[in-house]
């Protein structure tokens, strides 16, 4: 029955923001040469399709999470040469906002996801995303034009293409911020206590 199911968003920490003075960042490429690829990198992440997709464009790409295996750091060596790539391991949130203020965008090709929480955390910090169009994803992510309706190197190439369009990359940072302010522990804070007190109050009516 859909009348008894409330959905209540997480919240996405305030330790993700633009930062004004970016170019005195120091970052791993230069700014906005990179992709970043946050998390980890099970089959349905499409890490190998993200790694493919920076190749083919000639980026670079940054790497947050677990260390790499054997068998990923040949694949990167093979598919991007060892200058193309740098693998950060895990970071602290601080140094995370800055790999995303500083990224060309975040490539987030999943094909599951509970909640996303990369998605808001990067349009926090004013990064575009490049995520595909399933799961829970479109109801998190708000209006972009870079969601993938294909996993292809085709798909993202055309998001990359959006991107070197100034206006347009201006545009997308500027709808992420907005719309990740829906996502905020206060909010979910309160929706939780909003949803008690109506139940409670329902139970003490019988």
């Not at 970071?91 to 060309?104: H, T």
């Not at 201006?170 to 829906?182: P, Q, S, V």
Request: with cysteine; charged share 30%; glycine share 6%.
């Amino acid at each position: 029955n859909e009348t008894k199911i409330r959905v209540i968003h997480n919240g996405v920490s305030d330790d993700y923001f633009p930062i004004k003075e970016r170019e005195e960042l120091e970052l791993p490429f230069e700014l906005e040469t990179y992709m970043l690829f946050v998390g980890s990198r099970e089959k349905y992440k499409n890490f190998e399709l993200a790694v493919k997709a920076v190749a083919c464009n000639r980026l670079k790409l940054v790497i947050v999470g677990a260390p790499l295996l054997a068998e990923e750091l040949d694949f990167l060596q093979t598919e991007l040469g060892q200058s193309n790539f740098m693998e950060m391991g895990r970071v602290s949130n601080e140094e995370l906002n800055c790999l995303y203020n500083g990224a060309m965008a975040l490539l987030y090709p999943s094909e599951y996801e509970g909640f996303g929480i990369p998605v808001l955390e990067a349009q926090r910090a004013g990064c575009p995303v490049i995520a595909y169009n399933a799961s829970s994803i479109p109801e998190i992510i708000g209006d972009t034009p870079l969601l993938l309706d294909v996993l292809s190197i085709e798909s993202i190439t055309k998001c990359f293409n959006v991107l070197k369009i100034k206006k347009e990359r201006e545009d997308i940072i500027y709808k992420g911020i907005e719309n990740a302010k829906r996502f905020t522990w206060d909010r979910m804070y309160e929706q939780v206590i909003a949803l008690y007190k109506e139940v409670w109050e329902k139970i003490k009516k019988k």
